[in-house]
């Protein structure tokens, strides 16, 4: 503890290397955990790397845990407002299928549908839960140069199917295998089937 009477005291906890494990700077209200300059109320720096995702199992930045067994169990970071508290959760269960990383938008999270926007699901589904009449927008610029993209594929065959919209022709475009357009609609709403009958 840095002892400066009549101001704000910082407090440290050092590892046996000198590095700081850590660091309450008093004077801006911030923590830092492996660093000494944190830079937000709460600062988490780690030099770990790792192409390799399951090295997260052994050397993970940040871990929250739940020591409940059984479907259900549950771990969740609340975002906490004036207005209506969000949360991203993560539900397990026994089937790997039924597990899911959701993202809450409102008052209440856990099971309650109405207010989960995006699920992730174990077995790879994703779904996107809107009210109005956008429930999914894709949206990589508005330069000429740029195009939006939604691309279909597998493991096996790669990119199987893709749906491009031209923001320089305004014209949406559909492709299969990785071909040329097979279907475009241009920004007058005509037709133009440009693949093999």
């Known amino acids: 503890v ?3 009477p009549g101001n704000d005291a910082d407090f440290r906890v050092e590892s046996d290397n000198n590095t700081h494990m850590l660091f309450v700077d008093a004077g801006n209200d911030e923590v830092g ?3 000494s300059d944190p830079r937000s109320p709460l600062h988490v720096q780690t030099s770990h790397t790792s192409t390799d995702v399951t090295a997260a199992n052994t050397n993970s930045t940040l871990s929250i845990g739940n020591s409940g067994s059984g479907d259900g169990v549950y771990n969740s970071i609340k975002f906490a407002g004036n207005q209506q508290d969000m949360y991203i959760m993560s539900v397990n269960d026994s089937t790997q299928a039924d597990r899911r990383l959701g993202f809450f938008v409102g008052s209440v999270a856990g099971d309650a549908t109405t207010d989960e926007r995006l699920s992730i699901k174990g077995d790879g589904n994703v ?3 809107g009210s109005g009449n956008t429930a999914l927008e894709i949206n990589t610029g508005n330069n000429s140069g740029d ?4 691309k279909f594929g597998d493991s096996a065959d790669g990119d199987v199917g893709q749906i491009n919209y031209d ?3 305004n014209a949406m475009q559909f492709r299969v295998n990785g071909g040329p357009n ?3 609609l241009d920004s007058s709403g005509n037709t133009i089937v440009t693949g093999p009958n």
Not at 147 to 150: F, I, M, W
């Open 33 to 35: 955990i492996g660093t």
């Open 127 to 129: 779904t996107v839960t």
């Open 147 to 150: 195009n939006s993209q939604l």
């Open 167 to 169: 923001h320089g022709t």
């Open 182 to 184: 097979a279907l475009v």
């Open 2 to 4: 840095v002892n400066d």
